[in-house]
């Protein structure tokens, strides 16, 4: 029986690259992105099915999770890739789009893992990797929003890592650094000139399917050019004086 995987932000950049790599070990892939075009003719190269829609609308998730079902009839891997990049001035501030920004980098996340989790579970298990960014982990002041919901996605894995892994769902997040995909298209040269590597999208592609495996609960793949990815680990916080453990909720 073969792995099936649904991949976000698949037509080009990062999400194609893992379609690729997945589809050369043997993996049936559902690809959903907003270019229908380029979803449609990347399904055709690895024999994939694919769904144009927008991941900021619940339904989008949903119906892509529904195509996995009917047409291979099970899930095991959720890479949630697609990602937008902020760019909202705040002295100029433009709701709409904020709101666009935070749909396709949050709201696409957390719709997605709510679709994909009943299908994962009835498959048996799987697991989810996310696409965050070093700018999930760190500040980043060139794009603020963008820093935001790149915390956010960091946020929802860490916090889902442990109920999930009692359904056999792995949860974790890649942060690379600067990837040469459509999303730096417009600053690629500064990078060049500067004489900064850029990582390919092959690269995060191999850390994406790295996570997918990795036993650590929430694991945080840090993905720099030249370097193997490592798992990010926080320092922790103080706890309250006294040493009192929190009480259990729920």
Known sequence: ?????????????????????????????VLVDLNGEGAERLAKE?????????????????????????????LDLVHLNAGISGQVDLARFDVARYR???????????FGIRAAVPLLARSGGG???????LAGLVAYSGDPIYTMTKH???????????????????????????????LVAEARQTF?????????????????????????PGNLLIVQPGRPPVPYRYAGVPGPAGGQRPPRTG
């Open 1 to 29: 029986m073969s792995t099936v995987a649904l991949i976000t932000g698949a037509a080009s950049g990062i999400g194609a690259a893992v379609a690729r790599r997945l589809s050369a070990g043997g993996v049936r892939c």
């Open 192 to 216: 060049v000139n500067a004489g900064f590597p850029l990582l390919t999208a092959e690269d995060v592609a191999a850390a994406v399917e790295s996570a997918f495996y990795s036993e650590i």
């Open 46 to 74: 690895v024999d994939g099915a694919w769904l144009a829609a927008d991941v900021s609308a619940e339904e989008a998730s949903l119906e892509a999770v529904a195509l996995a079902e009917r047409r291979f009839g099970r």
């Open 127 to 133: 697991a989810i990797v996310a696409t965050s960014s």
């Open 100 to 110: 666009q920004v935070v749909g396709v980098n949050v709201d696409g996340v957390v």
């Open 152 to 182: 956010a996605v960091v946020g929802i894995v860490r916090g889902l890592a442990e109920p999930l892994a009692a359904q056999n769902i792995r949860i974790g997040a890649v942060c690379p650094g600067f990837t040469d995909t459509p």
